[in-house]
C-alpha cells in the first residue's frame, strides 16, 4: 500500500514538474516573441528615402501590412499587425496619402496611420462660378474619389480654398462646401443691417450673387451692393447685365460656353444682344420687378458680408469705367455721361483691335 502511494505521488509530481516546465518554456517563448516584437516594432524601418504611400479606403491591417511592405516601408506585415494592436490604442488606421521618413519605424508608421497626419492637399473654388461648374471641378480632380454627385441648388456652395486629402470622396467634399456656405450665411445674417430690403437669408444670397458677378474689385462690393439696395427701396428694377447672360444660358445653352455667351458661328465672346435684353427668361432683372428666382452663381464670403452691410450712399446706378472698375452716379443725367465715357472707350478699344 506504501509503495502504491508512493508511485502515486511520485507520478503526481512527475506530471506537475512537467507541466511546470512547459509552461514555464511557454512564458519564456511569450517572453521572448513579445520582447522580439518590441524590438522589431520599433526597429529604424528598410526605407532609405522618404516616399509618399497612398492608404485606400476600406484597407485593413492585413492589406495596409502588405502595401508597406511591397512599398518597402516595412520588413514584416505579421510583425505589422501585431504592433497595430500594441500600439494603435484601438484607433483604426487611416486610408489617405502618407509622407512616410526614411527608416520610420513600424511604430511611427502606426502612429501616423492612427492620427490620419495624411498629406493635404487645396482644391480651389472661385466665387461666381455656377453650381454645376463647381460640381465639374469636382469631377476632374483625380485627387478625390466616389460617384460625380448630384448638382446642388444654385448659391449652395461658398467658394473657397478647401484642404482634402487623396482618396477623399466627391460627396462629402462637397457636403463640406455646402456647410460652409450655411455657416457663412448664417453669421453674416445675424450681423446684418438694419433696413434691408431682403427678408430672408435665401434673398440675400440671390442678391449676393449678383453683386458677385457684377465686379471682381473686393473694394467696390459694398458699393455695388448699395446700388442694388438702393434700387430695390425705391421699386426700381435691378438692371443687371449678368441676371441677363444667366437666363439666356438657362434657356439658350448653345449661346455660351462657360457661362460666357459667344457668337455661335465664331464661337467668340460677345456682348448681350438687343433681343436678348428684352427677353424675359425668368431671371432678366431689366424685365422682371424684383429679385430673380434663385441665385445666378455661388457668392463668396465678401459678396454676402457686402450685401448684408452695403455701403451708404444715393448711388443708383453704375457703368464699367475702363480700368476694370465701375463708375458710379445719383442721377440719370451723371449716368449718361458716364456710359458715353464708357461707350467711347470701347470704340477707341475696338479701333486699335483692328489696326493690329
Known sequence: MAAARRARRGGFWSRFNALMSLALTAGALLLATALYVVFEANRAGPSTEEKVVVVPRGAGINAIGRLLEAEGQIRNPLIFRVATYAYSQQRVLKAGEYSIPAHASPRAII???????????????????????????????????????????????????????????????????????????????????????????????????????????????PRVASVFVNRLKRGMRLESDPTIIYGVCRQHPERCVNGRLVN??????????????????????????????????????????????????????????GTGGHVFATNVRDHNANVARWRQVEREAAAAASNR
Open 264 to 321: 455661335e458661328t465664331t464661337g467668340l465672346q460677345r456682348g448681350i444682344r438687343q433681343s436678348e435684353i428684352a427677353l424675359n427668361t425668368g431671371y432678366n432683372t431689366y424685365q422682371i420687378p424684383a429679385l430673380p428666382p434663385t441665385p445666378i452663381a455661388n457668392p463668396g464670403r465678401a459678396s454676402i458680408e457686402a450685401t448684408l452691410n452695403p455701403a451708404h450712399t444715393n448711388d443708383i446706378f453704375f457703368v464699367a469705367d
Open 111 to 221: 502612429d501616423m496611420l492612427a492620427s490620419g497626419s495624411a498629406l493635404a492637399h487645396s482644391i480651389t473654388v472661385a466665387e461666381g462660378l455656377t453650381s454645376s461648374a463647381i460640381v465639374e471641378i469636382l469631377a476632374r480632380s483625380d485627387l478625390l474619389t466616389g460617384d460625380v454627385p448630384e448638382v446642388p441648388p444654385e448659391g449652395s456652395i461658398l467658394p473657397e480654398t478647401y484642404n482634402v486629402e487623396r482618396g477623399a470622396d466627391r460627396s462629402e467634399v462637397l457636403r463640406r462646401m455646402m456647410e460652409a456656405r450655411s455657416q457663412a450665411l448664417q453669421d453674416a445674417w445675424a450681423r446684418r443691417a438694419n433696413g434691408l430690403p431682403v427678408r430672408t437669408p435665401e434673398e440675400a444670397v440671390i442678391l449676393a450673387s449678383i453683386v458677385e458677378k457684377e465686379t471682381g474689385i473686393a473694394a467696390e462690393r
